[in-house]
């Protein structure tokens, strides 16, 4: 028994001997023939990378059992690692040959041939880029659109790997660039189909395709660029007829119903610079009270609600159309006291367009309004919202006087703005101490509020 296993043990040295012998051979004198077949193989397998596009400061994972990573434009250096199944797998491979016959040659090609096929799969083909697939998404902010004919083109970036027997990676991996096929990639197309810049001036025959693009795509992205092209074109006078004429306005005030935040925000603020024309705003009209009612219910302080307060200020800016706001005073009161820096001003500014109407004034002294507006007349608050404020009441106290409403004291209630303002006193008490501010400006304005009194 002795003899049988000392013969196994020099049969099984002589094998793994040749097997070395193979080894050094394959390393050392085949090296030329070993980069040949893998540089063919990586050839061919360049013909299948695709670009991706990723979102700034995104990342994504790609690759099956390779464990590379691709976060933003970075190159893909996939790790090739054959763990204790894959040396048990490469090991029943061999002794199954072992048994078919062959010599130690063929043994040692087939253990070669299964590592390099092990190796092939999940270097060379587990972690290609091409298979990822999905709807790019868009960033919460406006992309810049390109020129003419085309826009912001994805960053197209390819990336191959490939991973020697030996478990490390080729070297060095190098990128390439091609043009992704349209089947495998699908985008967003309005994004390469708008055909001006935002910026751009345009003619009215563009004009007209840029609201026939409006009124016929759902994509948000187009009616957002749609939307910002046509609200900076109406900043010049030429245009805001010319938009006016080719049925622009409903076109564009369709939009207010939409409930995607930005582009409410879009269409207010192109609907805006287009009521600086008198004309204009006779066809804005229709849609104020609707505007009035989503900038009251919507987010507090949100750009939605300015850009809205903005239009409604600029509508309100002559007496035509105030009555049609007149229901929503002791809204526009809350949100004075509510809202924060810019929504207070901005508020002051659509209040005072009231108080220089003397026809609004017994609707507008007799609204309720919250006690704690009296904080405004505070000297912690900036130049601005003291100006404001004492505009405001200014405005209110001569309309009082000249419309003969303080002998009707007795019809407003004690939580009306006529109350807070003139019968409580405690206006003007605040009113005074404000005499003493150290901005010049304010404390001019608040002398020549106190000789009125």
Known sequence: MGRTREAGCVAAGVVIGAGACYCVYRLAWGRDENEKIWDEDEESTDTSETGVETVKGAKTNVGAGSGAKLQGDSKVKPEVSLGLEDCLGVKEKAHSGSHSGGGLEAKAK?????????ASAKAGKGARVGTISGNRTLAPSLPCPGGRGGGCHPTRSG???????????????????????????????????????????????DLQKVLNILERTNDPFIQEVALVTLGNNAAYSFNQNAIRELGGVPIIAKLIKTKDPIIREKTYNALNNLSVNAENQGKIKTYISQVCDDTMVCRLDSAVQM???????????????????????PDFFALLFLGNHFTKIQTMKLIINFTENPAMTRELVSCKVPSELISLFNKEWDREILLNILTLFENINDNIKNEGLASSR?????????????????????????ANHNDLVVKVKVLKVLTKL
């Open 307 to 329: 850009a809205g307060l903005r239009l409604l200020t600029n509508m309100t800016v002559t007496n035509h159309y105030q009555h049609l706001l007149s229901y929503s005073f």
């Open 159 to 205: 990336s191959r790997a490939g991973g020697r027997a030996s478990g490390k990676s080729k070297g060095k991996a190098r990128s390439k660039s091609t043009r992704a096929p349209a089947t495998t990639w699908p985008v967003r197309r309005g994004k390469f189909n708008f055909p001006y810049k935002i910026d751009d001036i345009l003619s009215a025959p």
């Open 410 to 434: 007795k019809e407003f209630s004690r939580s009306s703005l006529f109350f807070l303002f003139k019968e409580s006193g405690v206006c003007v008490k605040k009113i005074k101490a404000l």
């Open 110 to 118: 087939a253990l070669f041939n299964t590592l390099k096929e092990q």
